[in-house]
């Protein structure tokens, strides 16, 4: 009785010394990414109808699959981020044996298939200080690639490129990498041309 008697009465005590501190929630937070230096290289290997500037942290390698089937040119490539676990995938394709509207169209498509995710989808028009023309799409929201863009010259060329992350979409977790990130998308565009 005496052995049971204490050990609620050190129970009790205990529990009135756990409410002595006030209770303060904590608010969800994410990893802090750790981000390098802004430095861009030229890409402009021989063979390939365009080149560009790309970051320093990036690795070009030449796309060599497309749902497991060989990709219509030896143009392809992915721009991978091995440290930030993205990659643009940046797919070519000439003009004439393919529809130019036929390829403005897919690239419509391909953006609009993430409407059922997305909060929202901004289609701005460019032309870069090189004179390429564009649409770079921005879509908001949890989806798989949230920054989207097509080059073209409308005669010969067409090039569209993604941004992807190795990740479960979440706009909220992904938004300082994809912010980092866009701002090499954009340098890609101004420096794109055309052979």
Known sequence: ??????????FCGLLFDACNSPFVPRPRGYFKTAF??????????PGYPYSFEYPVYGEVVKDSTFFSDQPENPWW??????????????????????????????????TNKHTVKANAIDDSLMVTPNNIHGIFFNVAGDVATANQFFLTDSTHHFIRGALYFDATPNEDSLGPVNKFLVEDVKHLINSFKWK
């Open 36 to 45: 390098p230096k802004k430095e861009y290289r030229v890409f402009n290997e």
């Open 77 to 110: 490539i992915n721009i991978n981020f091995s440290q930030m676990s993205a990659h643009i995938y940046v797919s070519y394709k000439q003009i004439g044996p393919n529809k130019f509207e036929s390829l403005v169209n897919d690239a419509y498509n391909l």
């Open 1 to 10: 009785m005496g052995l049971k008697l204490l050990s609620i009465i050190l």
